[in-house]
């Protein structure tokens, strides 16, 4: 797993970035990042990596994610045949997975597995179909003893919102 040294302070030239608190710091941290970028921090593999890009990241504060919902996933042959919806458990999970990006990247914190180990107040609005472009925000809420931590959730699929919750993490040894 790359460090978040390795991961921010590389300048591409296809990735937005903004400089970090310390103006006389030469290091540049991302605030977006490919699906290459993505494996490199998350061990999610297909088919259970659900997140394309991050389109903008805050250390420590927030992530957006991007899913391109494509009817070519695995799940949509039995969910439902004839009337393909994203199940709701991937959606969570998708979060979730955005979420990681922002708990394995937190400074001041030993390598591990961030596991997703609980959701609160979780709530569907809309159905999410192939063609649609799921835009996820993640805010950490807290971390805890630097083993726990807790992150408001939001999905939103063409400025409507598709589900909403608090996800919850563990770090596992």
Not at 102 to 128: C, N, S
Request: charged share 20%; hydrophobic share 40%; net charge negative.
């Amino acid at each position: 797993m790359s460090t978040l040294t390795e991961v921010n302070t590389t300048n591409h030239a296809n990735s937005e970035s903004v400089p970090t608190e310390n103006s006389q710091d030469s290091a540049i941290v991302k605030s977006t990042f490919t699906v290459e970028e993505i494996q490199k921090l998350l061990p999610h593999r297909y088919p259970f990596a659900l997140v394309d890009k991050i389109i903008d990241y805050v250390p420590g504060v927030r992530a957006v994610g991007i899913k391109n919902v494509t009817f070519n996933e695995p799940h949509f042959q039995g969910h439902f045949p004839g009337r393909p919806i994203m199940p709701g458990v991937l959606i969570v999970e998708a979060m979730a997975q955005v979420g990681g990006i922002i708990l394995v990247q937190l400074p001041d914190i030993e390598q591990g597995l961030w596991m997703f180990t609980g959701i609160d107040q979780v709530k569907f609005r809309r159905q999410v179909v192939p063609g649609d472009r799921l835009v996820m925000t993640l805010e950490l809420l807290w971390v805890k003893r630097r083993r726990f931590g807790k992150m408001q959730a939001m999905a939103e699929v063409d400025g409507q919102k598709a589900c909403s919750g608090e996800l919850t993490f563990s770090m596992v040894d």
